[in-house]
Structure formats: structure tokens, C-alpha cells
């Protein structure tokens, strides 16, 4: 605590300085407490970014069916000897996959997609206990403030819940159908998104500042641009799930024509949206392009009306970031989904989303401060 030397010897005047030393010295502590769970927590999300590449990478290199087995408790270990090598690639042999499309593996070809599918579990073991023991330190130390404490609770709770639907999206791929549900891979996905939005936004709650006023048309038109985005991701992971991107790589046209001729194939009409191929891939393209227009706007509009420098800059780097996702979609989605180019299109996507939750954390508090400062979260 600081002490201010006291000139005044008039007793209330001494109190009310003494009171405000040591309102200054608490300020102070709680700012660094919120700075070191704020850095704990950006450390979470830039293990979740990771975690999304690496499950890119496991899906676009044909690796997420290999481990058959769900040991959520022993299965961070690798197999360590022939014998345990040779016991999981046997179990590999029963599955589907294996049956009806890989029979051509031996064992060292099973060793390459086994371990991307390792390292994406064992990154996930990896952020739990990143999670956890941070967790517990904080907690006994006191510095999690008790209005943020659920919302970490809850978040602990999405990050188990999101490795037991990582579990249920394997096992869809691990019936007579050697290919994952594309429902379950959009909820996989959305999930790891919305994990990823949350730790954002607590740590702009706990660190960021909101300064200037925004007008309430600005405010609807970002988080349209927010719900927008997370659409088109939903879209594009039932493109990945369904393998979509293989057919009408062209664009703008699909076969020679906008929509296109194949569109409403299956019945009953709603389950197009869902399950047709050539429909899954317009919904897409469609819900980007409007994405596309959404966010143009939104830049024009701030870039004209709205004074706060921070905010604009979110806007201005969620722009480019959605310019650069088009353009690298349709990229892929002509190159036949290149492993490159469709890691890069699912990360950039992922970057843009995040720009988005900052843009609308940015907008979403229209007094003078942020909700961190309202609230004392
Ligand atoms: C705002 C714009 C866009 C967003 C946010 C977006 C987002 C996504 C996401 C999240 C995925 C799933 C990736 C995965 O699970 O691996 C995806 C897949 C895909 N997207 Fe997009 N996308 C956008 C624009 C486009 C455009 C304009 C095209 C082409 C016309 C396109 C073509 C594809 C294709 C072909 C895939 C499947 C890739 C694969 O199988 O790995 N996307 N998109």
C-alpha cells in the first residue's frame, strides 16, 4: 500500500487520503490480477487455434479414422513398443476404412496417419491441463473474480464437452460408412469456434477498453457480420464433411449455370440444405458472398461514421482477413482442395472469426467504459 505523506493534520482529511491509497493500491491489484489471468487465457486460445490447424491437417490428410479406441484417461501415451503397434493397427483392420478403402496399408503407412491423430488428442489432453492447474492457482490465490468464475467454469466445461463430440464425430466414421457425419464434423467445428469467441471476448472483458460511443445502427450491422460469419464457417464444415469441394469447381457458375440444375435432388426439400452435395456447396458460396457484401459495408459505414480509432482497426483487419478467406476458397474449391490451400482457407476462417468477436466486443457497450470497469467483473 501506498502512504502518502500527511501535511494536513485535520482528521477527516487524513482518513479520506488514507482511504484513497488504499482504493489506488487495491485498483492497481486487481488490474495485474486480470492481466495475468487475461495472458492464461490468451495462451488457452493460441493452443485452441493450433488445435484447429492440427485438426485441419488430420482431416484434409485422411488421418482422423486410425485410433479406433476412446481412452480419454491412458491414451496419451503413444504406442511404445511392436507389439502395441501391431495390437492397434489389427483394430484398424476391422474398421470400415480400412476395409473399403485402405486395404493397401502396411504398418509404416498406418504409422503416418496415426500420428496426426495422436498429436491432435494429445494436443487436447495438452489444454486441459493448461487449463486446469492455472485454474486451481488462481483460484487459491484468489484472483479469478467470482462474476468470471463461471463463465471459466463453463468454458472448462465446453473444452470436455468438445473432446466427447470429437469422439461422437469419429465414431460416426467408424460404422459400415467409413466417412465421418458431416453434422457432427459442423458441430466439432462450430464448437471449437464458439470456445474460441468465448475466450476472446473474457479476455477483451478483462483487459480491453471500450471508449467512445457507437451508434446502435453500427452495433446491429457488426454483430450481423458476427452471426454472418459463424453461418458461413457452419456451411463450409458441411462442405468439408461431405467432401463437397470435389464437385463444380468452377466459379462464379456451377455447371453453366448460377444454381445449379441438381439443387433440390433429394427429398424432403429441407434435407438439401444438409445432405445434397451440390446444394451444400451453393449454400456456402451464397452465405459468402453475403458475408463478403456484409462486411464491406460495415467498413464503409465505420469508415465514415464512426470516430473510435481502435474499433475501426478491428473493422479494417476483419475486411482484409474476409477478402483474403473469399479469395482463398475459391481458390481452393478450383484446385480440387489442395491439403494446403484447405488448412489455410479452415485457419483463415478461423482468424476471421476472431476479428469479428473483437469487432463486436468493440461495439457491444454504449456508455462510456468498458463491462469490465461496469460490471467489476
Ligand atoms: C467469408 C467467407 C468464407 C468463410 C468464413 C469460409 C469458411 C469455411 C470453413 C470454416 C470451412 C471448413 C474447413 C474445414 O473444416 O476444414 C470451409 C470449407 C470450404 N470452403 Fe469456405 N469459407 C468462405 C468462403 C468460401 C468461398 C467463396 C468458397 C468457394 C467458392 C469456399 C469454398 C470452400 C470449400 C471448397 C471448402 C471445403 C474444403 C475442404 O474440403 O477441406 N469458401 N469454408
Same mark, same amino acid.
Given at each position: ?5 500527511? $501535511?494536513? /493534520? ?5 482518513? *479520506?487520503?488514507?482511504?484513497? +491509497? ?5 485498483? +492497481? ?22 488445435? $484447429? ?11 482422423? &479414422?486410425?485410433? $479406433? ?30 476395409? #473399403? ?33 492455472? %485454474? ?46 458431416? #453434422? ?13 469467441? &468465448? *475466450? ?25 457480420? =458476427?452471426? *454472418?460469419?459463424?453461418? /458461413? ?5 458441411? $462442405? ?5 469441394? &470435389?464437385?463444380? +469447381? ?75 478467406? %473469399? *479469395?482463398?476458397?475459391?481458390? /481452393?474449391?478450383? +484446385? ?22 473483437? =469487432? ?18
Amino acid at each position: 500500500m501506498i502512504m502518502t505523506p500527511l $501535511v494536513d /493534520t485535520d482528521q477527516g482529511t487524513l482518513h *479520506l487520503k488514507v482511504m484513497e +491509497n488504499v482504493k489506488f493500491d487495491l485498483i +492497481n491489484r486487481t488490474k495485474e490480477a486480470d492481466k495475468a489471468v487475461a495472458i492464461w487465457l490468451a495462451v488457452i486460445a493460441g493452443m485452441v487455434a493450433a488445435m $484447429v490447424i492440427i485438426g485441419g491437417i488430420t482431416r484434409v490428410t485422411g488421418s482422423g &479414422l486410425s485410433m $479406433v479406441e476412446w481412452r480419454p484417461l491412458l491414451g496419451w501415451l503413444p504406442p511404445l513398443s511392436d507389439e502395441e503397434w501391431q495390437r492397434i493397427f489389427k483394430l484398424y483392420q476391422n474398421s470400415p476404412e480400412y476395409r #473399403y478403402i485402405n486395404t493397401w496399408m502396411d504398418l509404416s503407412a498406418f504409422k503416418s496417419i496415426f500420428w496426426w491423430e495422436y498429436i491432435h488428442r494429445l494436443w487436447g489432453r495438452l489444454i486441459g491441463v493448461v487449463f486446469f492447474l492455472p %485454474f486451481i492457482f488462481f483460484l487459491v490465490t484468489q484472483k479469478i473474480k467470482r462474476r468470471l468464475l463461471s463463465r471459466i467454469c463453463f468454458l472448462f466445461f465446453l473444452g470436455g464437452l468438445q473432446g466427447a463430440l470429437g469422439w461422437w464425430m469419429v465414431k460416426s466414421g467408424l460404422s459400415s460408412d467409413p466417412s465421418v457425419s458431416q #453434422y457432427r464434423l459442423a458441430t466439432h467445428l462450430g464448437m471449437a469456434f464458439l470456445i474460441l469467441g &468465448l *475466450l476472446i471476448w473474457t479476455i477483451l472483458d478483462l483487459v480491453g477498453t471500450r471508449d467512445v460511443f457507437v451508434s446502435k445502427a453500427i452495433f446491429y450491422h457488426a454483430n450481423t457480420v =458476427t452471426v *454472418l460469419i459463424f453461418l /458461413t464457417v457452419i456451411g463450409g464444415a458441411l $462442405v468439408a464433411g461431405l467432401k463437397a469441394g &470435389l464437385v463444380y +469447381n468452377t466459379f462464379p457458375l456451377m455447371g453453366e449455370r448460377i444454381i445449379p440444375s441438381d439443387y433440390f435432388s433429394v427429398e424432403p426439400y429441407w434435407r438439401n440444405i444438409f445432405e445434397n452435395v451440390p446444394a451444400v456447396q451453393f449454400n456456402h458460396r451464397i452465405l459468402a458472398i453475403i458475408t463478403l457484401f456484409a462486411v464491406a459495408s460495415l467498413c464503409l459505414c465505420s469508415h465514415f461514421f464512426c470516430r473510435n480509432d481502435q474499433l475501426l482497426k478491428s473493422i479494417y483487419i476483419m475486411t482484409t482477413l474476409a477478402a483474403v478467406q %473469399f *479469395l482463398l476458397g475459391v481458390l /481452393t474449391l478450383v +484446385n480440387f482442395v489442395p491439403e494446403g490451400l484447405a488448412v489455410a482457407h479452415q485457419f483463415t476462417g478461423l482468424c476471421l472469426f476472431g476479428a469479428s468477436v473483437v =469487432t463486436s466486443w468493440g461495439v457491444s457497450m454504449r456508455s462510456g467504459y468498458s463491462s469490465s470497469q461496469a460490471k467489476n467483473i
